[in-house]
């Protein structure tokens, strides 16, 4: 059965939807992004009644100042108490609950690595992990694709051989081509967020699975640098593993990568 529900975070009403299961492992879906608690194409809704059909209960919810929750929406650094009111009315609204698997898509899998810590939450699902830092931007301007998304992007073009009839025919922008090119031949530098996210992951203290789309232009920048010194601690812990699949969907809406993530998210709650 799914029920409305709700809980209180520093002075503001947060709404948030339980369905109901008696296993007690349960599943916390983060909230990231300014995406509403049913997720993309209600991605986030659907999965939670796939669990609760297998008897997993599943707890979803509005961050501060996103849909149908009081407040201000600070942005996912600010999400720290949010997380932690999340945490504990999961705990409160199905108290047979022993083991919390929390998983996160996007900037949410960057908050909850980073607000995890005290909560006691048992295993993190990070999806996409988000490390790109936009400079000198205004917040309703598009981040830019990363060099390593770029760089793919071309790639795959190369292998195409109508691409070389588009650049014959000139269908293809030569000064546009030029600049990506040039993009695309830079070297992405590590972010202060991605070298804080290395951080927060190797600080933790509990098991966790990193979820790559890995066509995603998203998740090619967490690659990038995935691949840097900034991780080389958290690329050899035992507890910490990075799994793959070959998609360019960021909140994994085709069919097979949706059972792919079930699969992962099913695996945590059974470990």
């Known amino acids: ?122 295993r993190r699902l990070h999806a996409n992990p988000w490390v790109i830092e936009a400079s000198g931007q205004t917040a309703d301007e598009p981040t830019p694709p990363s060099a390593a998304a770029v760089r793919a992007r071309y790639w795959a073009r190369l292998k195409n051989p109508r691409s070389l009839l588009d650049l014959l025919t000139g269908k293809i922008d030569l000064r546009k081509l030029a600049r990506g090119l040039k993009t695309a031949a830079t070297n992405d530098a590590p972010s202060q967020l991605a070298a804080r996210l290395a951080h927060a992951l190797g600080q933790s203290t509990t098991p966790a699975t990193i979820l790559i789309a890995e066509r995603d232009s998203t998740a090619l920048a967490f690659l990038s640098a995935w691949a840097s010194a900034d991780f080389a601690a958290v690329r050899s812990r035992p507890d910490i593993h990075l799994e793959r699949i070959d998609s360019a969907s960021h909140s994994f809406a085709d069919a097979a990568s949706s059972a792919w993530l079930r699969q992962q998210i099913a695996a945590a709650l059974n470990s």
Do not use: K
Request: proline residues 2%.
């Open 1 to 122: 059965m799914r029920r409305m529900t709700g809980f209180t975070c520093e002075g503001a009403w947060c709404a948030a939807t339980l369905d109901e299961g008696n296993a007690a492992p349960g599943l916390l879906i983060v909230s990231g992004g300014n995406e509403i608690r049913s997720g993309a194409h209600a991605g986030q809704a659907a999965m939670a009644a796939h669990f609760a059909g297998l008897g997993y209960p599943v707890f979803r919810y509005d961050r501060r100042g996103i849909g149908d929750s009081e407040g201000e929406n600070g942005g996912f650094e600010a999400s720290a108490a949010d997380i932690s009111a999340a945490v504990a009315a999961f705990r409160a609204e199905a108290p047979h609950v022993t083991r919390i698997i929390a998983f996160g898509n996007c900037d949410a899998a960057t908050s909850l690595a980073f607000f995890h810590a005290g909560l006691g939450i048992d």
